[in-house]
T-cell receptor, first 110, second 114 residues
């Protein structure tokens, strides 16, 4: 079982919609989580970190639920430019490299 | 954007031939990583480096070797390429290791093994 799992989608939503992605992790010792964004045929780039108390960056909100071992990303007022693959990322433990989920593809439609 | 370049960006080769991919950074970051990305599997770690001459294996290291003789360069070698190694390879760098440092990725190297 992969350590970080997410729904591959695709999620097809109209402009202006609110969409949420969930990601589950299997390692209860994991401490840090992130969302990366990857455009088609491009490299991944950090979208936002996920803090225990939840955090918001403009239209994007990330939350962590340690009890249920999942993290979420909420996108409000979707834009065409939000179309991309969103990668859920967590640490294995300590100083080991980050583990990536397979990604969730989002298509925002006009 | 972080100063990280990969070469070659595209390569087609035949089964059994050796292939070396190069990752070069100008950020003086300590940590460097090689990932491969395949449909249905996402990004998987091949090898990583936490300093000059210090490397360790990742999730899918079989069939790959790496070397880091200086801070700015991290080489990934396929000693004898196989069709299963057809993939997009991403190099990444970070200033801090593990869960504390943002990863900056190169643009990727698309390798096709016939």
């Amino acid at each position: 079982r992969k350590e970080v799992e997410q729904d591959p989608g695709p999620f097809n939503v109209p402009e202006g919609a609110t969409v949420a992605f969930n990601c589950t992790y299997s390692n209860s010792a994991s401490q840090s989580f992130f969302w990366y964004r990857q455009d088609c045929r491009k490299e991944p780039k950090l979208l936002m970190s996920v803090y225990s108390s939840g955090n918001e960056d403009g239209r994007f909100t990330a939350q962590l639920n340690r009890a249920s071992q999942y993290i979420s990303l909420l996108i409000r007022d979707s834009k065409l430019s939000d179309s991309a693959t969103y990668l859920c990322v967590g640490d294995h433990s300590g100083n080991t490299p980050l583990v990536f989920g397979k990604g969730t593809r989002l298509s925002v439609i006009a | 954007d972080a100063g990280i370049t990969q070469s070659p960006r595209h390569k087609v080769t035949e089964t059994g031939t050796p292939v070396t991919l190069r990752c070069h950074q100008t950020e003086n970051h300590r940590y460097m990583y090689w990932y491969r990305q395949d449909p249905g599997h996402g990004l998987r770690l091949i090898h990583y480096s936490y300093g000059v001459k210090d490397t360790d294996k990742g999730e899918v290291s079989d069939g790959y070797s790496v070397s880091r003789s200086k801070t700015e360069d991290f080489l990934l070698t396929l000693e004898s390429a196989t069709s299963s190694q057809t993939s997009v390879y991403f190099c990444a760098i970070s200033e801090r290791g593990g869960n504390t440092g943002e990863l900056f990725f190169g643009e990727g190297s698309r390798l096709t093994v016939l």
